[in-house]
């Protein structure tokens, strides 16, 4: 049986081959363990797919040069006014912070607060993950695993919730009536983020959930991870932890490792074995992993390799606490800019908790 795992990117500036950086560390982690000391590393062992919907917000934000008055113009002309930010941007700001606003933050500001947006970005991941979908049942029978992480997670949440109501392109191959992905991976879920602003899905009971949460009819994957971390300031903002999903629902958090100082990084959370061995496990549809091994690897497994950063820690822990009590999505589009910064700024200060894993 075809085995496929898709990949999707959150926040940030992703071209074609982003996913590079997370299968190299998903084969990096699967190789502490014995049945990857020999034979075909973890990603040959399967296929893996690359999401990419970035160039929706590129395209846009690419006219506006980086001003503010720009931004401020088109987003009343989209029929939403963004006083907070238009008066934030405009206020003396280190470049580091608005540098992270125009390549990062201003990605979930875009999804969640314009629907145009949002039905362009849908539309375009449903239709690559039907294209997946379809291109691997045509060699037969296939078990699809997604992996998503930060505004990906939303992303697919929304896309998802499409492709599995409505037939696609008149195929009702993938609905969830007649067919179901394996698992969803969701890393620092934030399905919950400005959820006032997205009044067509709601999220504890859409078809995006696992089979012990409903019936086959109206579930769309037999298995549903969502990892989160103490301190990741955008899964705090807008937590996301549905408490009747069944057994098929597998919590994992709180998170406690610093590794590196975007505790947000994708690679961050793929970093702990308590993340990796079930996605490894779940993508591959067996227990090559065992628990022993697992618990094994968690015993040695430091919370924090950055000794002499302390005051680093600190910081960031601090600044993602202050995001926690974003008020609306401005607020937290302005939190998440400057707690890059902070992060970015602490990683520089102590190498220990630098990580090329800033934008996702």
Same mark, same amino acid.
């Given at each position: 049986?075809?085995?496929?795992?898709?990949?999707?990117?959150?926040?940030?500036?992703?071209?074609?081959?982003?996913?590079?950086?997370?299968?190299?560390?998903?084969?990096?982690?699967?190789?502490?363990?014995? *049945?990857?000391?020999?034979?075909?590393?973890?990603?040959?062992?399967?296929?893996?797919?690359?999401?990419?919907?970035?160039?929706?917000?590129?395209? =846009?934000?690419?006219?506006?040069?980086?001003?503010?008055?720009? %931004?401020?113009?088109?987003?009343?002309?989209?029929?939403?006014?963004?006083?907070?930010?238009?008066? +934030?941007?405009?206020?003396? %700001?280190?470049?580091?912070?608005?540098?992270?606003?125009? !390549? !990062?933050?201003?990605?979930?500001?875009?999804?969640?607060?314009?629907?145009?947006?949002?039905?362009?970005?849908?539309?375009?991941?449903?239709?690559?993950?039907?294209?997946?979908?379809?291109?691997?049942?045509?060699?037969?029978?296939?078990?699809?695993?997604?992996?998503?992480?930060?505004?990906?997670?939303?992303?697919?949440?929304?896309? &998802?919730?499409?492709?599995?109501?409505?037939?696609?392109?008149?195929?009702?191959?993938? !609905?969830?009536?007649? +067919?179901?992905?394996?698992?969803?991976?969701?890393?620092?879920? #934030?399905?919950?983020?400005?959820?006032?602003?997205?009044?067509?899905?709601?999220?504890?009971?859409?078809?995006?959930?696992?089979?012990? *949460?409903?019936?086959?009819?109206?579930?769309?994957?037999?298995?549903?991870?969502?990892?989160?971390?103490?301190?990741?300031?955008?899964?705090?903002?807008?937590?996301?932890?549905?408490?009747?999903?069944?057994?098929?629902? =597998?919590? =994992?958090?709180?998170?406690?490792?610093?590794?590196?100082?975007?505790?947000?990084?994708?690679?961050?959370?793929?970093?702990?074995?308590?993340?990796? #061995?079930?996605? =490894?496990?779940? *993508?591959?549809? *067996?227990?090559?992993?065992?628990?022993?091994?697992?618990?094994?690897?968690?015993?040695?497994?430091?919370?924090?390799?950055?000794?002499?950063?302390?005051?680093?820690?600190?910081?960031?822990?601090?600044?993602?606490?202050?995001?926690?009590?974003?008020?609306?999505?401005?607020?937290?589009?302005?939190?998440?800019?400057?707690? &890059?910064?902070?992060?970015?700024?602490?990683?520089?200060?102590?190498?220990?908790?630098?990580?090329?894993?800033?934008?996702?």
């Amino acid at each position: 049986m075809t085995k496929v795992l898709v990949v999707v990117h959150g926040m940030g500036e992703h071209a074609h081959g982003w996913s590079a950086d997370v299968v190299a560390k998903l084969d990096a982690v699967a190789a502490q363990y014995p *049945a990857f000391k020999t034979g075909p590393r973890f990603s040959k062992r399967l296929t893996i797919e690359e999401i990419v919907y970035d160039d929706v917000f590129a395209n =846009i934000v690419s006219t506006w040069n980086r001003d503010a008055g720009a %931004l401020d113009a088109w987003a009343k002309g989209a029929g939403r006014s963004l006083p907070k930010l238009a008066s +934030w941007l405009r206020s003396p %700001l280190p470049a580091d912070t608005t540098g992270f606003f125009w !390549t !990062t933050a201003i990605d979930p500001l875009l999804y969640r607060g314009f629907h145009l947006v949002r039905d362009d970005v849908r539309a375009q991941v449903t239709k690559q993950v039907a294209d997946i979908a379809m291109r691997a049942m045509r060699a037969g029978a296939a078990e699809i695993s997604v992996l998503a992480h930060s505004l990906g997670t939303a992303v697919m949440h929304d896309s &998802l919730d499409v492709l599995g109501r409505k037939p696609f392109e008149r195929n009702e191959a993938l !609905t969830a009536a007649r +067919w179901q992905f394996a698992n969803l991976f969701m890393l620092a879920d #934030v399905c919950q983020l400005a959820r006032n602003l997205v009044a067509d899905i709601n999220y504890f009971d859409s078809i995006v959930r696992p089979t012990s *949460a409903g019936s086959a009819n109206d579930t769309y994957c037999q298995f549903f991870l969502n990892a989160w971390h103490r301190f990741d300031p955008f899964v705090l903002m807008a937590p996301f932890r549905p408490v009747t999903w069944g057994d098929n629902y =597998i919590p =994992i958090g709180p998170l406690e490792h610093f590794h590196s100082a975007n505790v947000h990084g994708y690679t961050h959370y793929l970093d702990h074995p308590l993340v990796h #061995v079930p996605i =490894i496990n779940g *993508a591959l549809g *067996a227990p090559l992993i065992s628990d022993a091994e697992q618990a094994k690897v968690l015993a040695s497994y430091p919370v924090t390799q950055s000794v002499g950063c302390e005051t680093q820690i600190a910081a960031v822990i601090q600044k993602a606490k202050e995001l926690a009590n974003a008020a609306d999505l401005e607020e937290a589009v302005i939190g998440i800019s400057e707690f &890059l910064a902070v992060a970015q700024r602490s990683a520089d200060a102590c190498k220990a908790l630098a990580s090329k894993d800033m934008f996702v």
